[in-house]
């Protein structure tokens, strides 16, 4: 995207000469009028009706002419007026710190829609259902790969937000598996991922916010929780409600500087 548009010299003059002219043009008609105002009326003996006379004339035509000149100059000038506004405007944006920027977007403008089929997630019906879904299958392959993912929101029936796994997790979490010699890492499931305190309190290390919040409260909430990268707009606005939408750090970083 190009810098704000430059008004050329060429532009410049032709845009001054037409201004000029028109206005030539407008006093001069004006004042032809007010002649052939003057010539109509002078041989009417009555001094009200001279006056009645030029008024007229006047009256119907002036503002014809006012409206034509201010359409003329407002279609060569209005441009350059947008351009200058344009302008004033970026750079005052750019003059906003990241938290300003923040305060003025409102949460469900950028968060990811929960319903929507672009939205990958997995639900979890009954915390039994975690025992029988495949890390490395299920999980990895089905979702995650699949659909070029690094995140994996887990919601219940309900559409209540319960973790948001991330795949550096999941990785390290079978490589330690392996390390172990223990269970295979086919075998590995959700439930032993979860059976895992450390792990499952970082999933579930998620912010809440209502519909109503801007895009500051996330980062505040972000900011106070090492581990909290995610955030979800639920209806009410706390973690026993539905979730409408997803909002990840990189969106608040990229909110920010925008």
Request: with cysteine; glycine share 6%; charged share 20%.
């Amino acid at each position: 995207m190009t810098d704000n548009p430059q008004i050329s010299d060429e532009e410049a003059i032709a845009r001054s000469k037409i201004g000029r002219h028109v206005t030539y043009f407008a006093l001069t008609v004006t004042g032809l009028l007010g002649f052939v105002a003057i010539l109509v009326a002078i041989n009417e003996t009555s001094v009200e009706k001279r006056f009645i006379y030029v008024k007229d004339i006047l009256t119907i035509v002036l503002p014809l002419i006012g409206t034509w000149v201010g359409t003329v100059l407002a279609f060569y000038f209005s441009r350059e007026n947008f351009v200058a506004a344009s302008r004033q405007t970026a750079d005052l944006v750019r003059q906003l710190t990241p938290e300003q920027r923040l305060q003025s977007i409102p949460v469900t403008e950028v968060m990811l829609d929960m319903t929507a089929s672009t939205t990958t997630k997995l639900l979890l019906s009954t915390p039994g259902d975690a025992e029988k879904i495949k890390l490395k299958t299920d999980l990895i392959e089905a979702l995650l790969e699949k659909n070029n993912r690094n995140r994996l929101p887990i919601v219940d029936s309900a559409g209540k937000a319960l973790f948001v796994l991330h795949r550096s997790f999941i990785d390290k979490f079978l490589v330690k598996l392996a390390q172990g010699g223990g269970t295979s890492l086919a075998d590995a499931t959700l439930k032993d991922l979860l059976a895992q305190e450390e792990l499952k309190t970082i999933f579930q290390s998620f912010a809440t916010v209502g519909k109503d919040a801007k895009l500051i409260a996330i980062k505040l909430a972000m900011d106070g929780n090492p581990n909290c990268s995610d955030a979800f707009v639920t209806e009410d606005g706390t973690k026993g409600s539905k979730a409408l939408g997803w909002i990840t750090n990189v969106i608040v970083q990229e909110k920010s500087v925008a």
